[in-house]
T-cell receptor, first 116, second 111 residues
Framework: GAVVSQHPSRVICKSGTSVKIECRSL??????MFWYRQFPKKSLMLMAT?????????EQGVEKDKFLINHASLTLSTLTVTSAHPEDSSFYIC????????????FGEGSRLTVL | GESVGLHLPTLSVQEGDNSIINCAYS??????FIWYKQESGKGPQFIID?????DKRQGQRVTVLLNKTVKHLSLQIAATQPGDSAVYFC??????????FGTGTRLKVLA
């Protein structure tokens, strides 16, 4: 199946700094990628839809100035958590559609962010 | 609507028994559904999918049932093994590749 890679898998940062998480589709081109956030023992919450070459579409309640998304190429989307605070600590997961008719989503391995 | 914010229910099953995990979806217009398995600290993995024009689909050891009348999905795992222990999520497609995830169920396989 299609492969989606996320980096870094774990990151610890100080409060007030910014952190960038990368999501790459390794063997297919993804015009659309999705960013999810997951709290411990909770479900995945869609944060935004990342569109190649255009602005991301954010879900209600998600601060676009806090969570900057860039989708500069067909294989790379980045999520930057700006001026991170402890409440931003979470598991962030990206996904991409392989472009087949099934509409199946492939997920990255996730990135665990801890803000001290 | 979304079920974000609810704590995960847990299903404990004896090794070798069959497991049934249930999911209620929210949008009657959703036409594609996927079951995902998520192990601790990892991203979700695809298990099986089903389209709304079907009511049953079988894979290897897994079966998905869809009841559109009551907006209900179930995942059946035959002969449950320790490696099946994980959190299972259903996801509904509400529009072009956009998915909404259910609350999830933690499956614990007892030896």
């Amino acid at each position: 199946g299609a492969v989606v890679s996320q980096h870094p898998s774990r990151v610890i940062c100080k409060s007030g700094t910014s952190v960038k998480i990368e999501c790459r589709s390794l063997d297919f081109q993804a015009t659309t990628m999705f960013w999810y956030r997951q709290f411990p023992k909770k479900s995945l919450m869609l944060m935004a839809t990342s569109n190649e070459g255009s602005k991301a579409t954010y879900e209600q309640g998600v601060e676009k100035d806090k969570f900057l998304i860039n989708h500069a190429s067909l294989t790379l989307s980045t999520l930057t958590v700006t001026s991170a605070h402890p409440e931003d600590s979470s598991f962030y997961i990206c996904s991409a559609n392989s472009g087949t008719n099934t509409g199946e989503l492939f997920f990255g391995e996730g990135s665990r962010l801890t803000v001290l | 609507g979304e079920s974000v914010g609810l704590h995960l229910p847990t299903l404990s099953v004896q090794e070798g028994d069959n497991s049934i995990i249930n999911c209620a979806y929210s949008n009657s217009a959703s036409d594609y559904f996927i079951w995902y398995k998520q192990e601790s600290g990892k991203g979700p993995q695809f298990i099986i999918d089903i389209r709304s024009n079907m009511d049953k689909r079988q894979g290897q050891r897994v079966t998905v049932l869809l009841n559109k009348t009551v907006k209900h999905l179930s995942l059946q795992i035959a002969a449950t093994q320790p490696g099946d222990s994980a959190v299972y999520f259903c996801a509904e497609n509400t529009g072009t590749y956009k998915y909404i995830f259910g609350t999830g169920t933690r499956l614990k396989v007892l030896a």
